[in-house]
Antibody, heavy 122, light 109 residues
């Protein structure tokens, strides 16, 4: 059974770069048919998709993040990572990593990490 | 961008049936997926491709999708079903790609 675990600093200062890593076990990030994804959730609010990456390095990003976000993948470590530049307090949220099953018809999130709270504050 | 609309809350007595809706323009032409998120936990996939259940999800959970509305139905509701429920579609036409509804809080009375 696939397991995902987010790791990161917990606290980032405004204007700095947020960096999170997702370590995958029980599956290979090189496997075909899956994207690897980042999603965030503001306190007490809904889910917001950030972006996806395929094992080949192909990425898709939410339009509102495009200028600030970068997702990368390290197949040797079975990890993928998120970088979000120029953070503000509005980026304070729980960040989830997830596996996305992708088909010609649709994508869905079949496995999720437990989430990590990231606070932006000076 | 594609928008999914969910009612903020639904309340139901134990043993009754809960119906949670997800509205979108011609959503019946898309595949809809549903997630359950209990307080303090990560979301869990409960329905995919409109009506398929992952292994381990009770048969009490079912889904349908037609026209402008997709529906998650929970039969014989239990106290443990109390959670937020989110619908999601893949929007291939835009960079928004993965779209979530705003979520519905299911309260078991």
């Amino acid at each position: 059974q696939v397991q995902l675990q987010e790791s990161g600093p917990g606290l980032v200062k405004p204007s700095q770069t947020l960096s999170l890593t997702c370590t995958v076990s029980g599956a290979s990030v090189s496997s075909g048919g899956f994207y690897w994804s980042w999603i965030r959730q503001f306190p007490g609010k809904g889910l917001e998709w950030i972006g996806n990456i395929y094992s080949s390095g192909i990425t898709y990003y939410h339009l509102s993040f495009k200028s600030r976000v970068s997702i990368s993948i390290d197949t040797s470590k079975n990890q993928f990572s998120l970088k979000l530049t120029s953070v503000t307090a509005a980026d304070t949220a729980v960040y989830y990593c997830a596996r996305v099953t992708t088909t010609s018809d649709s994508d869905y999130f079949d496995s999720w990490g437990q989430g990590t709270l990231l606070t932006v504050s000076s | 961008s594609y928008v999914l609309t969910q009612s903020p809350s639904v309340s139901v007595a134990p043993g009754k049936t809960a119906r949670i809706t997800c509205g979108g323009h011609n959503i019946g032409d898309k595949s809809v997926h549903w997630y359950q998120q209990k307080r303090g936990q990560a979301p869990v996939l409960v329905i995919y491709f409109d009506s398929d259940r992952p292994s381990g999800i009770p048969e009490r959970f079912s889904g349908s999708n037609s026209g402008n509305t997709a529906t998650l139905t929970i039969s014989r509701v239990e106290a443990g079903d109390e959670a937020d429920y989110y619908c999601q579609v893949w929007d291939s036409d835009t960079d928004h790609r993965e779209v979530f509804g705003g979520g519905t809080k299911l309260t078991v009375l």
